[in-house]
C-alpha cells in the first residue's frame, strides 16, 4: 500500500527576496529615508513597493509603460499596449534588497508581466515612482518620525507648529513634513538623530516662547 505524501502549504505571509538594481541616487534616497525614520532598508524598501502599488497617482504614471492589462484593484483596469516602448532608468546603478510576503509578490509579478519587464526591474520602476511622489515620502517620514517622539515632545510640537502658523506672514503653512526637512542636513551630517535634532528645536522653541510671556507680563 502506497504512502500518500501531502503537499506542504506555502504560508502566506512566507518571505521572497527581490533585489532590485536601481539609480544610485535613488539608493541613497532611500538609505536616507531609512536613517530618518530609524527603519530598516529591508522594511522601508517593502514599505515603499506596498504603498506604491496601491497609490493612484504612482499606478497612474507606471500605466504609460503597460504593454499588458493591469488590474490594479478587482474594479479597476489599466489596459495595456503592446506598441508601446518599455520603461527603463538612466544613469549609474546600485542593488538593493527587500523581502515581501507572498500576496505582495504576486502582485510585483503581475506588474511585471504588465510591463513586460522581471520582477526586479518592475521594482526598481515602482520604487522610483513611489520616491518621486512627495506625499508619500513626506507622509511616511512624517509617520515614523512622530512615533520616535514621547507624548509630551509631540504636544508641545503641535502647540508650536501651531503658533507658528498663526503668526506666519506666509501663504504656505509650516507643517512637520517641511520642518523636518529643515532638519535634515543638520542631522546628516552631524552626530544627532532625528529624535534629538527635533527634541532640541522643541525645547528651543520653548524657552524662546516662555521668555516672550514673561516679557508680555
Known amino acids: ?19 532590485p538594481t536601481i539609480p544610485v ?24 513597493c506596498v504603498i506604491g502599488l496601491s497609490h493612484k497617482q504612482v499606478l497612474e504614471h507606471l500605466s504609460a509603460f ?16 503592446q506598441y508601446i516602448d518599455k520603461a527603463y532608468l538612466p544613469g ?35 520604487l522610483h515612482a513611489t520616491v518621486k511622489n512627495s506625499s508619500i515620502i513626506d507622509g ?7 512615533n520616535q517622539l514621547e507624548p509630551s515632545k509631540r504636544k508641545e510640537l503641535q502647540k508650536i507648529l501651531q503658533f507658528i502658523n498663526e503668526n506666519n506672514p506666509y501663504d504656505e503653512e509650516v507643517t512637520l513634513s517641511i520642518l523636518i526637512n529643515y532638519l535634515i542636513d543638520e542631522v546628516v551630517n552631524g552626530t544627532e538623530t532625528v529624535k534629538e535634532a527635533l527634541g532640541s528645536w522643541i525645547d528651543k522653541k520653548k524657552q524662546k516662547t516662555n521668555e516672550a510671556d514673561n516679557k508680555k507680563r
Open 66 to 81: 503597460f504593454r499588458r492589462d493591469f488590474w490594479a484593484t478587482p474594479t479597476l483596469l489599466y489596459r495595456g499596449d
Open 25 to 48: 541616487p535613488l539608493y541613497e534616497t532611500i538609505h536616507r529615508i531609512s536613517y530618518l525614520t530609524a527603519r530598516p532598508i529591508k522594511e522601508v524598501v517593502d514599505d515603499l
Open 92 to 126: 549609474e546603478k546600485r542593488r538593493i534588497s527587500t523581502r515581501v510576503i507572498q500576496r505582495d509578490h504576486d502582485r510585483l509579478a503581475a506588474l511585471a508581466y504588465a510591463m513586460d519587464h522581471t520582477i526586479s526591474y518592475a521594482t526598481a520602476l515602482l
Open 140 to 146: 511616511y517620514i512624517v509617520k515614523y518620525t512622530e
Open 1 to 19: 500500500m502506497k504512502e500518500v505524501q501531502k503537499k506542504r502549504q506555502t504560508r502566506s505571509d512566507k518571505k521572497r527576496d527581490i533585489k
